[in-house]
């Protein structure tokens, strides 16, 4: 069972918005500002796709957007393309003895 | 280009061992703080362990201590991990990635499978 609780899967239709959430504890997404999110087609390499709750690293669309209230945190993905059907996992750094936790990842499926 | 390569699985049976490999390309290794991360078969993914930059400080998951040996080569821009007295819920697909500043992974390779098993 993983730390943080992601749902299972999400789904939508191209050009739609679809929200996926993380919720962990105060010991980890509601005590720290560091919530990040990874984007990954299977049997690739994960992508990092947000860091620090709500920064996009370059190269990174800007359809893809992060933010937290309290213990969970949100990635929104806007503008749904076919390319953005994936699995995506969040993490946060955790004041446990695990350094970094992560949840157990949603299938997005663009519908 | 800018990569981590991973190698070195296989299928092993309980109590065996592996020592899995990641080859980096296209940036400063050395500069690095690096990370071994797993992801079982339907689940999610499990942070593993962290070497840091020099290799002067080492950090273990519970569920790996004591079995798992993390170290590097940076004349060789190399990363390993030594799987030791394999369990079956070791079964995984492991991830090496490069390990940013405010805990992201900014760099992953395409993982290596290992399926402990008799």
């Known amino acids: 069972q993983s730390a943080l609780t992601q749902p299972a899967s999400v789904s939508g239709s191209p050009g739609q918005s679809i929200t996926i959430s993380c919720t962990g504890t105060?010991?980890?997404?509601?005590?720290?500002?560091?919530v990040s999110w990874y984007q990954h087609h299977p049997g690739k390499a994960p992508k990092l796709m947000i860091h620090d709750v709500s920064n996009r690293p370059s190269g990174v669309s800007n359809r893809f957007s992060g933010s937290k209230s309290g213990n969970t945190a949100s990635l929104i993905i806007a503008g749904l393309q076919a390319e953005d059907e994936a699995d995506y996992h969040c993490s946060s750094y955790t004041s446990s003895s695990t350094y970094v936790v992560f949840g157990g990842g949603t299938k997005l499926t663009v519908l | 280009q800018v990569q981590l390569v991973e190698s070195g699985g296989g299928l092993v049976k309980p109590g065996g061992s592996l020592r899995l490999s990641c080859a980096a390309s296209?940036?400063?290794?050395?500069?690095?703080?690096m990370t071994w991360i797993r992801q079982t078969p339907g689940k999610g993914l499990d942070w593993v362990s962290y070497i840091t930059s020099s290799g002067g400080t080492i950090h273990y998951a519970d569920s790996v201590k004591g079995r798992f040996t993390i170290s590097r080569d940076n004349a060789k821009n190399s990363l390993y991990l030594q799987l030791n007295s394999l369990r079956a819920e070791d079964t995984a697909v492991y991830f090496c990635?490069?390990?940013?500043?405010?805990?992201?992974?900014?760099?992953w390779g395409q993982g290596t499978l290992v399926t402990v098993s008799s």
């Open positions: 990635a490069r390990d940013s500043t405010s805990y992201r992974f900014d760099l």
């Open positions: 296209g940036f400063t290794f050395s500069d690095y703080t």
């Open positions: 105060s010991n980890d997404v509601g005590g720290y500002n560091y």
